[in-house]
């Protein structure tokens, strides 16, 4: 801005040092204030905005560092988020199979669609078990492990829960209300590539089973093996076919 004297004398010299005094406050406003909507929520959105802080900015509060739980496949990665607030016990012991290598080489070996399905033998059809199962068993190293139930999630969608007794877990594709308090939770299934996993496996060649209990299950004609690794705010990766 340009002031001058003329045509005004003292009082327009005087407005045009105020109205620079203005335009300077402003500016600096702008320059405080002027963050764009989804950077001014970092910390609260879910959409990844491409970096990362030790503390909510502005607030001086540091930010909890998220656990996840990585299961490599030839189809990809699925990220789980650990609930270690809700589960700790069942946290603790998967992590522990995890660092101790035991995970890597099992698989995936049960997968149940959602959606009508139609059992060998039987008439009619019934509501698929929508999960896909899996643990130490397909390796052979299965273990019965006594761990105190830890029932305080659900088993929504996305949950990912322990078989109580023992080392195999599961992926709840659909909500499951009947088997609230009967499972301990201990992860959440994070991430739209994640979920593309896990619906491409449900999708693979099954034979069916019959369970001793006479439950029907579709076992995968060849189990699907996993490495797993455990992370801190992970960000999944690409599915590379």
């Known amino acids: 801005m340009r002031c001058s004297r003329q045509g005004g004398g003292h009082v327009h010299y005087v407005f045009c040092c105020c109205s620079c005094c203005c335009l300077l406050l402003?500016?600096?406003?702008?320059?405080?204030l002027g963050l764009s909507?989804?950077?001014a929520f970092v910390g609260y959105s879910e959409r990844y905005l491409g970096r990362q802080?030790?503390?909510?900015?502005?607030h001086?509060?540091?930010?909890?560092?998220?656990?996840?739980?990585?299961?490599e496949t030839k189809y990809g990665e699925i990220t789980v988020e650990l609930q270690k607030d809700y589960a700790p016990q069942t946290v603790r012991y998967v992590k522990s199979l995890a660092s101790r290598g035991l995970?890597?080489?099992?698989?995936i070996y049960r997968a149940e669609p959602p959606?009508?399905?139609n059992d060998d033998g039987h008439p009619g059809t019934r509501k698929g078990y929508a999960l896909l199962q899996g643990g130490l068993f397909?390796?052979?190293r299965q273990e019965n492990k006594e761990l105190p139930l830890e029932p305080k999630l659900n088993n929504s969608k996305g949950a990912v829960s322990l078989i109580t007794g023992t080392s195999e877990f599961f992926f709840s594709l659909e909500d499951h209300p009947e088997w609230n308090g009967s499972f301990s939770v201990w992860g959440k299934v994070v991430g739209a590539r994640s979920w593309r996993v896990l619906e491409r496996l449900v999708a693979?060649?099954?034979r069916q089973e019959i369970h001793p209990s006479g439950t029907t299950l579709r076992i995968l004609l060849r189990p699907v093996v996993f490495k797993a690794r455990i992370g801190t705010n992970v960000q999944p990766t690409l599915i590379r076919d």
């Open 103 to 107: 995970f890597d080489g099992c698989g």
């Open 60 to 71: 001086g509060l540091p930010l909890q560092q998220k656990e996840h739980l990585v299961f």
């Open 204 to 206: 693979l060649p099954t």
């Open 115 to 117: 959606g009508e399905t």
């Open 138 to 140: 397909s390796c052979g």
């Open 37 to 39: 909507r989804d950077a």
């Open 26 to 32: 402003l500016v600096m406003v702008t320059h405080t």
């Open 53 to 58: 802080s030790s503390s909510l900015e502005n």
